[in-house]
T-cell receptor
Framework: DGGITQSPKYLFRKEGQNVTLSCEQNLNHDAMYWYRQDPGQGLRLIYYSQIVNDFQKGDIAEGYSVSREKKESFPLTVTSAQKNPTAFYLC????????????FGQGTRLTVV | GENVEQHPSTLSVQEGDSAVIKCTYSDSASNYFPWYKQELGKRPQLIIDIRSNVGEKKDQRIAVTLNKTAKHFSLHITETQPEDSAVYFCAASGSTGGGNKLTFGTGTQLKVEL
């Protein structure tokens, strides 16, 4: 069953703790993305990766970190430096280059308690 | 970097009417413009896209137009149905990041009323 999978679906974090969101794809896509979705603010790009062992900051990278050690995996760590981490996080992947469709995971809702 | 603006933020139409959502982009090097639909509680899914060498593209009740000179593109939905109710996002992709950076607009909540 091909696709892109995020886990967990819901995540609760205490203030001051780091937390890692998982994103795995078996679509053989080189490019992967993390977006943050808040009401009225659309999908804001946190980080993206074009290839293994390479990634670039998006528009709101502060307080987040990523790694791309495997083609299939692009985990996102929300650090304690992120001031307002409560949000819905979406991971996506697409084949490299212009004009290719991005496929999204089902999202992870992170709540700071 | 690329900046994509989307209007309106909410749109309410009567069933059967047309709906138009507009987006502008800032990077003249952008050359790919997809539209995504996100139903409540679900992931965004591609509904139509257009490349910079084309001015218009249609797929049944939906169409997208692109004006590269003005740097804006629009989504047109005709004969709207209740199942068209969702949030719609435009996006732009271009030369940044080897063509891989994908920047989204802020979304339009479309409500089709009976």
């Amino acid at each position: 069953d091909g696709g892109i999978t995020q886990s967990p679906k819901y995540l609760f974090r205490k203030e001051g703790q780091n937390v890692t969101l998982s994103c795995e794809q078996n679509l053989n896509h080189d490019a992967m993305y993390w977006y943050r979705q808040d009401p009225g603010q659309g999908l804001r790009l946190i980080y993206y990766s074009q290839i293994v062992n390479d990634f670039q900051k998006g528009d709101i990278a502060e307080g987040y970190s990523v790694s791309r050690e495997k083609k299939e995996s692009f985990p996102l760590t929300v650090t304690s430096a992120q001031k307002n981490p409560t949000a819905f996080y979406l991971c996506a992947s697409r084949a490299t280059g212009v004009g290719t469709e991005a496929f999204f995971g089902q999202g992870t809702r992170l709540t700071v308690v | 970097g690329e900046n994509v603006e989307q209007h309106p933020s909410t749109l309410s139409v009567q069933e059967g009417d047309s709906a138009v959502i507009k987006c502008t982009y800032s990077d003249s090097a952008s050359n790919y413009f997809p539209w995504y639909k996100q139903e409540l509680g679900k992931r965004p899914q591609l509904i139509i896209d257009i490349r910079s060498n084309v001015g218009e593209k249609k797929d049944q009740r939906i169409a997208v137009t692109l004006n590269k000179t003005a740097k804006h593109f629009s989504l047109h939905i005709t004969e709207t149905q209740p199942e068209d109710s969702a949030v719609y996002f435009c996006a732009a992709s271009g030369s940044t990041g080897g063509g891989n950076k994908l920047t989204f607009g802020t979304g339009t909540q479309l409500k089709v009323e009976l």
